[in-house]
């Protein structure tokens, strides 16, 4: 138990440059609120309902995080920061972050019949702050969420969303998902500030199209240069 402790610990230290040592982590918020979800979700499993209620009233108190006792959260879960609503049927992967003010929120079935309401995150998202993920859509793994993103819809494994409703950037799946880790989701740089994350991924975008247009104008010329060789030949 000491052992998966320590290597949540240090899970949540390779992501996060902030805290000196795993004692400060301790005192986060989001590592506080895990703790408690899990004996909420214990409880709630049991079907002791109120006593599960009753450990995420205390734990919303206290963290200011609320996580629904019947989410069904994975291993080495960062929440940085506060104010994150999980709902009851989502279900979060491994080794997936959330930064504050993020909502994984369900829809109201119209049949009024409770169902699979809330996201599925897969393994190793990156949700930005501010992010709201709405209905039983799913989220593939390694995706990343942009700062302040409204998503309705199913997002691909690897992809970068931004935007209301959110949608994919030009940056590529592939290079999003051999990072080793984006804050606040950002596909441009490590120094990502989400003030500015319009502006960074607008760079990036341009980045990508002067790129492929540098691409098309050397296969333009390289056909060309070919073209007066083909002619000779039917002479």
Not at 103 to 118: D, E, S, Y
Not at 124 to 139: F, N, T
Request: a negative charge; glycine letters at 10%; one cysteine or more.
């Amino acid at each position: 138990m000491a052992s998966g402790l320590l290597a949540y610990l240090d899970s949540i230290k390779a992501r996060d440059p902030a805290p000196r040592s795993r004692w400060e982590i301790l005192l986060y918020p989001g590592v506080w609120a895990v703790g408690f979800h899990r004996i909420a979700h214990w409880l709630f499993n049991g079907e002791l309902f109120f006593l599960a209620r009753l450990v995420n009233h205390i734990s919303r108190m206290l963290t200011a995080i609320d996580i629904h006792p019947g989410a069904e959260i994975g291993r080495n879960f960062f929440i940085d920061h506060g104010f994150v609503v999980i709902g009851e049927t989502a279900t979060i992967g491994d080794d997936v972050t959330i930064y504050q003010q993020v909502t994984l929120g369900g829809t109201n079935p119209t049949n009024g019949i409770a169902g699979k309401r809330h996201p599925s995150i897969r393994d190793g998202v990156i949700i930005g702050s501010g992010a709201q993920i709405l209905g039983p859509i799913i989220v593939g793994p390694h995706a990343r969420i942009g700062a302040n993103s409204v998503v309705t819809k199913d997002v691909p494994e690897g992809a970068t969303m931004i935007g209301i409703p959110a949608r994919s950037t030009l940056v590529d799946a592939q290079e999003s998902a051999r990072a080793r880790f984006l804050p606040y989701g950002t596909p441009c740089s490590e120094t990502f500030d989400p003030a500015t994350q319009k502006l960074e991924i607008l760079q990036c975008e341009i980045e990508l199209l002067r790129k492929r247009l540098a691409e098309l104008i050397e296969e333009r010329d390289h056909a060309a240069g070919e073209l007066p060789v083909k002619e000779q030949g039917r002479a």
